[in-house]
Every structure is written in structure tokens, then in C-alpha cells.
């Protein structure tokens, strides 16, 4: 019970306290030892060759030859020069061959380097000029042995036999299998998305589908508009025999379209669909504001693979079943009454594609707010004493291995503990702020402050600063730069005063704790690194009331 007598093995806790010291030492040294390739930072560094120019606009044209699992097209780059330069760099798998790199109707001479394309110009670029070259590509894109967590090429067949082909890159980069700046930080102003497959199957993209041509070759072209800012990884194809069922939504914004693309075979499992779609529109809606997307629309596409979150395209990979795949990780009961693919990926349109971490290292933004979306949408339908124990269940699967936030510039994730541990932390900052009319005020203002735009940690932390009146500082160092539980240490003095500080490795830390006796309400208390004393007098330990269940914390009592 969240308000119960907390009984705390204080031997166990001063062991957790003792190995996080030591491990805290050994971790340093570790940290120092773990080497990225020059590949690792090509990819992941925001070099001269990359912030000369800003990315405005696409037009990527593939085909896609299912039979040899073979991609050819190309991809326009219209941009904008940052700086005055001659020489660029953009990125394409090395596994895919770079045919010809065209400017102004010439040939552009290039190199390579891993991943790396770097292109010379014929004279400077001078800042301020908008202008395009056009990359001509080919090859045997990286196959996905487990997308969407490995990343590439999902080449599968339907129960039909048809072919059944997806993109899913998150992580991996969409230089797997089309070039461009494949970087978080830059993303394309809009983007045309033209693929040719086979007589008899479809494409579905992100964006408005502007038109549909036969080809003389045996193929037929999809082209699709993508009117907002959109980042690369998000850009998706999505091939197989297909049914489309069309609605509208009304959202915050007037009419909002939303398509379902599903295999034929599944067309009786819409309205399964439809039912989640619609209560999870309303309930981020609700907490976050207008769906960031509507000039696109938002689609659900049925894929082979689990599920990702392509913008205003999400692919869909559920089974149409409630759960993930017919699982609850908190153990409540509450994650079964929904399907957790459309409420999760679509809480990434907030979380995700509307806010976008600008580097791979902050990718804990995107996972942390929107495996915390999950909580709302329970507390939107089902109440708010669910969506506790929604939150307090997914700390089963917190491992606490390391920091949620990756290293900067070497295109590299942080922790698992992101999605679990991180919806955990935005919980605890709700108790924290203690009222939830102001919460969501602050996650709206959130989307609609740094609405198509790119952020980093500064940006959240110091933005829920601004919004509450209350430093998080020292609140996200602890819990998102570094891995070990903040404990709260309490004593009873002779005079029966209580005394509490926090012991943590981030420096002069601090962080407000609900704390009270049994038989009155828990009051906030500010507590930092420093004993101080409570104006709390009890002679029994156990009567103390600590809420653990919404703080996430280890407790050490003498």
C-alpha cells in the first residue's frame, strides 16, 4: 500500500550504498576505456562538413526489386548554405553504391569513408544561397534479422504468400538504406517520398499520397507529400496487399484524417483498431495538446515487425490484441485493457517526432515521456489511482545498469531503463509539482514551445523549470545522467526530532519528499544533501510514512 508502515532492511541498504560507491569508482574507469570507432563519430559528430548546410527539402525516389531484395533511386538534397564552403558531407551505408552525385547538370567528384559520403564542389557555396544536388544510389540494403530493434529491410510475405516489406531504421540510421544528413539535429523542412513496387501491391509512406502512376516496367509509383518538419529515421516504406478504410477525427485542430492500411486478410480487425485510435487521440489530446501532425494525418499501418513510430504513419505490428502481444510488464491488469503499440508509438508523435532530441544520447526524451503517455492514457479513461499503479508496476523491469542518457556524438543510446525508469521519473515529477491541473499545462506548453522542433537536455530540464518554479536539476543529473537510486537517510535524535538527508553521487542534491505519521496526510518536504531536521516528532520508527510508491527511492532508517 502506497501510505503502509515501511519495514527497511537497513544491512541491505547500507550494502547497496557501500557496492554503488565502489561501482561508482569502477564505472569511471570503464567509462574511460569504452572506445567508438571513426565510423561511431562520423555519424555521430556535428562536424564543420555537416552545420554547413541546412537541410529544407527531399525528394527521395526508390525502387524497390522485392524479387532480389535490391533498391536503386535517388535522393534530391535542397538546402540552404550555413556557412560559405566547397566541400560537404552526407551519409549512405557503405554496403549501397553511390552511382553519380549530380550539381547544376555536372558530376560532383566524392569519397567515402565507412558510412561517410564527402563531396567537393566546383567553388564556394556562399552562405545564404539555397540550392540542390542529387545523389543516384544502388544496392542490397542491410536486412532486419529483428526489426524493429536491429534496424533495415523487414523482407517478409503475408499468410498469402504475398510480399510483405517494411523500413524500420530508429537507432541505426536512415542512411541504411537512402542518403541524406543522417543526423537528429537537422530535420527536412518537407519531403517528397516516391517508391515503385511491383504490379499489385502498394506503398504506404508517411504524408498525403499526392499520386499513383503505372509504370511501364511492371511497377507502380506511390507518391506521398510530407508537408511537416520530419526527421530522417521516421521516414518509412511500407509494401504489401493492402486495404484502406478511411475516418475523421474530431480533434482540438477541426477534422483530423485518420487511414488504416491493414492486409486484406485483416480488414474484419479495423474496428479494433478504430476503438484505440480514437481513445488515444482523446487522451493525449487532452494532456499534450493538438496532434502535432494534422496537414499530414495520422495513419496505423499493418506491419510484420512489432510496431515503430513513423511519423503520421505509425506502423502497427500488435496482432490486434490488447497488452504488448497480449502481456502487462507492470503486472497490474491495467495495460491489458489497451493496445499498447497504437498508444505507444503514438504517443511519439508528441514525444518523438513533434520533440526531437537533437542528438542520439537524449534519446531518453523521447521514450521516457511516451512510456509515460501510457499512465495518461489510464488516467484519462480509467482514473488516476490506476495510472499510479500503472507506473509503480513497470519498476519491475528497471534494471538501474546505467545512465539513461548515452554519450554525445558517437550516435549512441543510453539505457533501456529509458522507456521503464524514465516514465517513472516523469511520475515523480507530478508528485513533486503536486498539481495536476499545472502538470498538464506543462506537458501541453512543452509540445507547443518546442512544437517541429529539436532539443536537448538543457532544453526539457531547464523548461520544467521555468514552467513550475521548482529546480529538477540536481533531480535529472541523478536520474538520467547517472544510474544509482537516490536514498533517503532519516534518523530519530534523543528528543524524538527527525533528521533526513539524501546520499547520491550527484553533488548538493536535492529533491522535495512526501514524508508523514501514520493517521495525518503526507506533507512536502524539502530535503537536500545536508541533514536537517523535520517538524515531525514520532517515537516509533515505523509509524513514518514515506511515499515510496510514487517516489522513486531506496530508504535507509537508525
Not at 535522393?75 to 566547397?86: G, P
Not at 557503405?94 to 549530380?102: C, P
Not at 552562405?127 to 530493434?149: C, E, L, M, Q
Request: proline share 4%.
Amino acid at each position: 500500500m502506497r501510505n503502509s508502515s515501511m519495514k527497511y532492511s537497513i544491512q541491505l541498504v547500507i550494502c547497496i550504498i557501500f557496492c554503488t560507491l565502489c561501482l561508482s569508482t569502477q564505472a569511471q574507469l570503464m567509462k574511460a576505456k569504452e572506445l567508438f570507432s571513426k565510423a561511431d563519430s562520423l555519424r555521430g559528430m556535428l562536424t564543420p562538413l555537416r552545420t554547413c548546410y541546412d537541410i529544407q527539402y527531399y525528394h527521395l525516389d526508390v525502387k524497390v526489386d522485392i524479387e532480389n531484395r535490391y533498391i536503386s533511386g535517388s535522393n534530391l538534397f535542397k538546402f540552404v548554405a550555413v556557412d560559405n564552403f566547397d566541400r560537404l558531407q552526407f551519409d549512405l551505408f557503405e554496403n549501397l553504391s553511390v552511382d553519380s552525385i549530380t550539381f547544376h547538370g555536372n558530376k560532383l567528384p566524392f569519397e567515402r569513408s565507412y558510412h561517410a559520403v564527402f563531396v567537393d564542389f566546383p567553388s564556394t557555396i556562399e552562405k545564404g544561397k539555397i540550392d540542390s544536388f542529387t545523389v543516384y544510389y544502388a544496392g542490397h540494403p542491410v536486412a532486419a534479422t529483428r526489426a524493429p530493434w536491429d534496424g533495415g529491410f523487414d523482407w517478409k510475405t503475408d499468410s498469402q504468400g504475398k510480399p510483405w516489406v517494411a523500413t524500420a531504421c530508429q537507432g541505426l540510421g536512415a542512411s541504411v538504406w537512402w542518403p541524406n544528413k543522417d543526423h537528429q539535429s537537422d530535420e527536412v523542412d518537407s519531403m517528397l517520398v516516391s517508391v515503385s513496387v511491383p504490379n499489385g501491391l502498394m506503398n504506404i509512406s508517411n504524408g498525403r499520397l499526392q499520386k499513383v502512376e503505372q509504370l511501364t516496367n511492371g511497377y507502380t509509383r506511390y507518391d506521398w507529400k510530407v508537408r511537416n518538419p520530419i526527421n530522417n529515421y521516421n521516414i518509412a516504406l511500407n509494401i504489401g496487399d493492402y486495404t484502406h478504410v478511411s475516418e475523421l477525427y474530431a480533434g482540438e485542430k477541426g477534422p483530423l484524417t485518420i487511414d488504416y492500411y491493414v492486409l486484406k486478410e485483416n480488414v474484419a480487425k479495423i474496428p479494433h483498431l478504430k476503438k484505440n485510435a480514437k481513445q488515444t487521440l482523446d487522451a493525449f489530446e487532452h494532456w499534450f495538446g493538438p496532434y502535432p501532425f494534422y496537414e499530414d494525418g495520422y495513419k496505423l499501418v499493418e506491419t510484420a515487425h512489432l510496431g515503430m513510430e513513423h511519423q503520421s504513419a505509425v506502423a502497427y505490428g500488435n496482432k490486434f490484441q490488447n497488452g504488448y502481444l497480449g502481456r502487462d510488464a507492470s503486472g497490474t491488469g491495467w495495460g491489458l485493457k489497451w493496445d499498447f503499440i497504437v498508444v505507444h508509438e503514438t504517443g511519439h508523435e508528441w514525444f518523438g517526432n513533434n520533440i526531437t532530441s537533437q542528438d542520439l544520447a537524449d534519446m531518453w526524451i523521447h521514450e521516457s515521456f511516451t512510456n509515460y503517455s501510457e499512465a495518461l492514457f489510464i488516467d484519462y479513461h480509467y482514473g488516476k489511482e490506476a495510472s499510479l499503479a500503472y507506473v509503480h508496476g513497470n519498476r519491475q523491469g528497471v534494471l538501474n545498469d546505467k545512465p539513461l542518457q548515452g554519450p554525445y556524438h558517437v550516435n549512441k543510446e543510453g539505457s533501456g531503463d529509458m522507456y521503464a525508469k524514465g516514465g517513472v521519473l516523469m511520475n515523480m515529477i507530478r508528485r513533486i509539482i503536486d498539481d495536476d491541473e499545472q502538470w498538464r499545462r506543462i506537458l501541453r506548453g512543452l509540445n507547443e514551445t518546442f512544437y517541429h522542433k529539436t532539443v536537448n537536455y538543457h532544453d526539457i530540464v531547464n523548461y520544467l523549470h521555468q514552467a513550475s518554479g521548482i529546480d529538477f536539476g540536481t533531480v535529472f543529473e541523478q536520474y538520467v545522467q547517472r544510474k544509482s537510486l537516490p536514498v533517503l537517510e532519516i534518523r530519530k535524535t534523543a528528543d524524538e526530532q527527525l533528521q533526513c538527508r539524501w546520499i547520491t553521487e550527484t553533488p548538493n542534491f536535492k529533491m522535495p519528499m512526501h514524508i508523514g505519521v501514520a493517521g495525518t496526510p503526507q506533507k512536502k518536504f524539502e530535503v537536500t544533501s545536508q541533514f536537517q531536521t523535520l517538524p515531525l516528532k514520532i517515537s516509533n520508527l515505523n509509524d513514518l510514512r514515506i511515499d515510496t510508491f510514487n517516489y522513486y527511492i531506496g530508504v535507509l532508517m537508525q
